[in-house]
Structures are given as C-alpha cells and as structure tokens.
C-alpha cells in the first residue's frame, strides 16, 4: 500500500522539467525514500534499479568504479541487468548511494553528458559519505530531504482528504467550528501516539490497533540502535546510546552536556554531530533575531535537541497512552515537550526542497529565563512561536520579544480554535504548518 506524501508533485514537476538536474533524495532510514521512487516509476516505460546494500549489485559497483563517463555506465548497467536505459524513457534509481562513492561522484556528469536521463539517487546514511566529497556536485543536483510524514499526510492517509483540505485552508480570522476542531483534536492526539513512520501509518490505516503501532514502533526503534554500528568506527555504539537518551530525555529543553555522565565534551558533540548528520534529531539554535537571515547571530552553546518522531519519541520514554489521548488533560504528563516536537518536525516537514534550520530565541542577559519556543520567518518578517501543550499558559516571553526586537506580531500554538487577540494570532496545534504554509 502505498501512502501519498507531498513530495509525490515535486517528483512528477522533476519528470516534466526540461531543465532538470539528477535528484539525491535525502533523510532517515524508513522515512519512505524509496517507496515514493517507486510510485514515480509507474510513468515511465523503464526503470532500473540498483541498491548498493544488496550483493546483487556488486556488478554495478564494480562499474562506476571503473567509469566516470555515464554513457559507459548506462550501456554496462544495461547489458548486465537486461533492461534498456534510454534517455526520456528510463527512470535509473540509484538506492543506498551511500555504500558506492563513485555513484556519487557520477552524479554530477549525468547532468552534464546525459541531461535528458532521469536519475535519483537516495540513501539514509548519506550525510556520512558526503563528508568524503566536500563539493560533489555543487549546482549539478538537486538534493530533496524527506521526513516522516507530516500531520496532513497522516489525513490523507487515513482518507480524510476534506478535513486535511479545510485544515490547510484555515487561518486565524476563519477559525473552526468547536465540532470540527474537536475532530482534529481527536486526530492530532492519535497522530502524536502514532508518528509519521510509514509503516506506522499505513498500518493503522489498514485497521490496526494503537497496541499493534507501538510493536511496530518498537521494532523500529531497536533497527534505529542497530544503525548506531555503521555511524563511525572511533565512537563507541554505547556512547551513541547513551547520547541519543540524553536527547530524548531532554527534550524540550537546552541540551546540557554535563548531564550526561563519563564522556568528554567533545565526544558528546561529535555523538550530537552523527545522530543530527543521521536525520534522527533535530538541532534549534538560539538566534538574537535582530534581522534576517536568523542564521546570523547564533549562539552555538544554546542549543536544543529534537528527536525527528513524535512516535518513536513516546516509545522511548514509555509514555502514558491513556493520557496523551485524554484531551482534555493534555498537559499532565511530558506533553509540553511532546508538543513541541510535534511543532518543530512539522516545520522541518514543510521545507522539502532544504534542510531548513530552526531557531529559538532566550533573552541573554544574566537573570533573565524569558524563552521563546521557535523564531521563524514569514517573508521579510521575523515571528516569534509559542507553543503551549495544553489551551492556557503565560505569554510574558513573548510579549517581552515583541517589545525588545519591535516585533508587529507574535503566533501562539496551542489546542486552542484558531483566533485573534492584541497582536497574537492563535494556530491550532494540528494546523502549525500552516505558519510556514501561509498564502
């Protein structure tokens, strides 16, 4: 069964585009990279696959070692594995690039000698083999990065197109209906259980029950750990641990290295380095958000970690079911960190087309614990982000950004309706990409 992902138009405007560059599809393991290659196959007369984990490909790498020129590539690659690989007719589907670094060197020649050939290249662990080729293909691909699927793909999955659709279309001045916001509510605290891994989802949209998703969560997990061995040699996979729990057990808050006991500092941010390079978590850097780009005054010692699921995140910490589905009291147990994980893969989600950086701001003068959850930008605009897991909490931060960096207007997320008040424009929890999303 396959799952309808966002990506899916910018693959078929790719196919169309007769400019178009080779694709590295980039993200975690288990995201659905290949799946969704897979679904763009269909409309081409060929496809040609290679995944470079599998030994039955051991031919393939044997020949981009020996080739740089893709016309040699394609006619061996065709030869050897009996499928015709012609220009405008041939998907080559290059999976698990990573294990081959002249597959990724030839990358870029394909867009040079054989433009009209559609090539996508995709790998979980690629950030790794990157490092080895610091500029492998600048302005010769185009690199996509996917991510679990978002809440709106979660709708969609579930056959609830219309409600995903009025979601997409709401903003602070139309607001919902209490019946209507109560049914996203309803969806949103399943989706916070379930995440967006799509084995996930697609077996819960097949009728599966919330107790059948968390074994699934859990095997993933465990294949999570299992990867933590290919990362690099010099880190022990025991240290990797230990960090990815420090992660998951701070979440929500600045990451705290003398929290985590009998590792040099400098280990920890290599460990930090790897997992982040692995798509499994999420940095937000604290910015000063004096002007644009918010990328240019941060401050590196302040950061905080997002783990990149909110379901493998529940799975972890082994939370209360019952209570993340008890609405009404969303905020007894770790829902403030929760929910804002839920906020910050959101945002990530709504930038496909690059690895989009988040921020927080926290006021630095000495005394002072005024924190805003997230500083983003909306056109010439810098807005601060609240997020509140429940539907009351104290605006004093915001407020106080506001006035220090003349600010027009601040967004609250909660799991309140959507609405208006002084100068806070209130988004539900459920729509937040919206924020990024805006017309």
């Not at 790719?14 to 560059?21: E, G």
Request: aromatic share 12%.
């Amino acid at each position: 069964m396959y799952l309808k992902r966002h990506i899916d138009s910018q693959l078929l405007a790719w196919r169309k585009s007769t400019n178009r560059k080779p694709i590295l599809l980039r993200g975690a393991r288990q995201v659905g990279k290949s799946s969704s290659v897979h679904e763009l196959s269909k409309s081409f007369e060929n496809f040609v696959e290679i995944n470079f984990e599998h030994k039955d490909f051991q031919a393939a790498e044997e020949i981009f070692a020996r080739h740089s020129s893709p016309q040699l590539i394609c006619d061996e690659l065709s030869a050897v594995f009996g499928v015709r690989i012609v220009q405008g007719q041939t998907l080559l589907f290059l999976d698990e690039i990573q294990n081959c670094i002249p597959a990724i060197s030839a990358l870029r020649y394909f867009y040079e000698e054989m433009p009209d050939l559609h090539v996508i290249a995709a790998g979980s662990l690629l950030e790794f083999a990157l490092q080895q080729i610091p500029s492998f293909g600048v302005g010769r691909i185009r690199s996509l990065f996917m991510y679990p699927l978002s809440f709106d793909e979660f709708l969609r999955a579930l056959k609830m197109e219309v409600l995903a659709d009025k979601v997409m279309e709401a903003r602070p001045e139309t607001g919902f209906s209490v019946t209507l916001h109560k049914k996203c509510i309803e969806y949103f605290s399943r989706f916070l259980l379930i995440g967006g891994m799509p084995e996930v989802v697609a077996a819960y949209s097949k009728g599966a029950s919330l107790l059948d998703c968390q074994q699934i969560l859990d095997d993933l997990t465990n294949t999570f750990y299992d990867d933590f061995a290919k990362y690099k040699e010099k880190v022990p996979v025991s240290r990797l641990r230990e960090i990815f729990d420090a992660v998951v057990n701070q979440t929500g808050s600045k990451f705290i290295l003398s929290n985590v006991q009998e590792i040099n500092h400098l280990q920890i941010k290599e460990c930090l380095e790897l997992l982040k390079m692995a798509g499994l978590i999420y940095p937000i850097t604290h910015t000063a958000a004096n002007g644009l780009p918010l990328g240019a005054e941060i401050n590196a010692k302040y950061r905080k970690f997002m783990l990149f699921d909110s379901g493998i995140y529940q799975r972890y910490l082994r939370l209360n079911l019952s209570q993340i589905l008890d609405t009404d009291n969303f905020d007894n147990i770790n829902k403030g960190a929760l929910a804002e994980l839920f906020v910050a893969s959101e945002l990530k989600k709504a930038s496909p087309d690059s690895q989009a950086e988040l921020y927080y701001w926290r006021r630095e003068k000495e005394g002072s614990s005024a924190e805003v959850d997230f500083v983003v930008q909306r056109g010439e605009n810098i807005v601060p982000v609240e997020v509140k897991s429940g539907s009351k909490g104290s605006m004093q931060s915001m407020f106080l950004f506001l006035k220090e960096k003349k600010r027009q207007y601040g967004i609250r997320t909660s799991l309140e309706n959507f609405g208006k008040f002084d100068n806070i424009q209130i988004y539900p929890l459920y729509a937040v990409s919206n924020i990024i999303n805006y017309h």
